[in-house]
């Protein structure tokens, strides 16, 4: 199919609203041919290939945005995006070497889906301060399949092997932030948010068996989902004309559940934060440390077994994951030289 990049958008204002929609477009394709050289350890030829293969895809997309800003202050955004992402690629590969027929290996692999996002946020003035409400829906859903198929230049037979991935995964979050400015010599900001994620993944593999794909082994099906909530609470204030200092605390509350091969459901309490001092002693030159504690995010793909038929490799679920916990510290210095430009050093 052909391949193209391009990006259209419209956009305009009335009064207090202001939007834009866009379309777009990003593709790419490529190509190689080669030879490969396979050796063992002693540093003997055990396989030479001659190897041609080309591939891929496209990636069309549509957003829009909307943001109205009222009088009294009150400011509401919204944002709505859907893709449809497909990807593919065929290699073939002519393979000879010592004790072995010559062979005809071709393997091709092809990626579909699509995934939506719509989200916003509001913003208005209660009480003494002013209270934030944000909202987040998105959902992917892909379907992979790749096929591998090699034909001997003897009489053996063909032999092959297909694997199938059909996938959805969702997230929904919805945040409140109150932030009270001025306060006791400083600014301080309270929030409350609570998320659920989901992955359902359904996969099996077939083999080639007198000409024709069959199921091989048991379908591998898995869904997990995580349950979330988070309280973080963080003060910002001036210690002197010259620095700023901002510090937050929060906790945090999953529940893990897996169904499937090892499925088990498990509770975690986690505190997480930051500490930052920010020391500018003139406009060209300004001196930045931060302490954190952070608690990473699970990627929802590696509890569930998958097949790379290219490589031959298989790779096992695994239901014992858990997020990554770290402390962070990191300090960063920026120096300005007008005309000349600047330096920026980072030590982490």
Do not use: C
């Not at 003494?128 to 909202?135: D, N, S, V, Y």
């Not at 001997?152 to 995964?169: K, W």
């Not at 505190?271 to 930045?288: I, R, T, V």
């Amino acid at each position: 199919r052909p391949s193209f990049n391009g990006r259209a958008s419209l956009s305009g204002e009335n009064g207090p609203l202001t939007w834009s929609v866009q379309a777009r477009a990003f593709g790419g394709r490529g190509a190689g041919v080669g030879t490969e050289t396979v050796t063992n350890a002693a540093g003997q030829v055990t396989d030479f290939r001659r190897e041609t293969n080309n591939g891929g895809g496209i990636e069309p997309g549509l957003s829009a945005d909307l943001t109205y800003s009222g009088r009294t202050g009150d400011v509401l955004n919204f944002n709505a995006s859907v893709e449809f992402p497909e990807f593919g690629g065929l290699e073939v590969s002519r393979r000879s070497g010592p004790g072995q027929p010559d062979r005809l290996r071709v393997f091709r692999d092809k990626f579909t889906g699509w995934r939506g996002e719509i989200g916003g946020d509001y913003e208005f003035g209660l009480g003494p301060g002013r209270l934030k409400l944000i909202g987040l829906q998105r959902v992917d859903n892909d379907d992979s399949f790749s096929e591998l198929i090699q034909q001997a230049a003897d009489a053996s037979p063909l032999t092959g092997s297909r694997f199938l991935s059909v996938g959805e995964s969702g997230e929904s979050i919805a945040r409140a932030e109150y932030s009270l400015p001025g306060l006791a010599g400083g600014d301080w900001q309270g929030a409350l948010e609570g998320a659920f994620n989901f992955s359902e993944s359904n996969s099996r593999n077939e083999t080639l068996t007198s000409g024709v794909f069959v199921n091989s082994g048991t379908p591998d099906m898995t869904r997990i989902e995580e349950k979330r909530a988070e309280a973080p609470i963080t003060h910002s204030r001036k210690l002197t004309p010259a620095i700023d200092l901002q510090v937050s605390l929060a906790g945090e509350y999953s529940e893990l559940s897996q169904d499937g091969p090892g499925g088990q459901t498990r509770e975690f309490v986690r505190p997480k934060g930051f500490a930052s001092l920010a020391w500018k002693p003139d406009p060209d030159f300004d001196l930045n440390l931060r302490f954190a504690r952070e608690v990473g995010q699970l990627r929802f793909s590696d509890f569930a077994a998958s097949q790379d038929l290219a490589d031959d490799i298989l790779t096992s679920g695994n239901a014992e994951l858990v997020p990554e916990q770290s402390w962070r510290a990191q300090l960063e210095a920026n120096r300005r030289f007008g005309k000349w430009g600047a330096v920026k050093l980072k030590l982490s």
